[in-house]
């Protein structure tokens, strides 16, 4: 799976970049059919502590998967997408699997 890091408003340094190449490389391992997906990171202007945005964009074949998390930290907000688009993917492999059920009922049906 190819992943394009955007960092938008600041440079990213490597350490970061690391770990989001880690913690993305473990959805291909959840779900191998991941064609690419893009990171942006971005700090909002809020004068809050948790001015760090996170947004991660994956395309499947037939759908495009998203999630943004807003954190104190970098590392943070990039944790929780990952783990919102774990469950995601979880949910789209759950609908990929009623429809094939659902395309065999329907060959068995006719071949009766």
Do not use: H, W
């Not at 992943?3 to 938008?8: A, E, P, Y």
């Not at 970049?17 to 893009?38: P, R, V």
């Not at 919102?84 to 049906?109: E, G, H, N, P, T």
Request: glycine share 2%.
């Amino acid at each position: 799976m190819k992943i394009g890091v955007q960092s938008i408003r600041f440079n990213a340094n490597d350490n970061l970049l690391a770990f989001i190449e880690k913690k993305t490389s473990k959805l291909d391992l959840l779900f191998d059919q991941i064609i690419s997906g893009d990171v942006y990171l971005r700090i909002d202007k809020v004068q809050t502590d948790a001015n760090k945005i996170a947004e991660i964009k994956l395309m499947i074949p037939g759908c495009v998967l998203f999630a943004k998390q807003q954190c104190k930290s970098f590392e943070e907000a990039t944790d929780l997408a990952v783990e919102s688009l774990k469950r995601q993917i979880r949910k789209y492999k759950v609908r990929l699997r009623s429809r094939d059920r659902a395309i065999d009922l329907k060959k068995m049906k006719k071949v009766e």
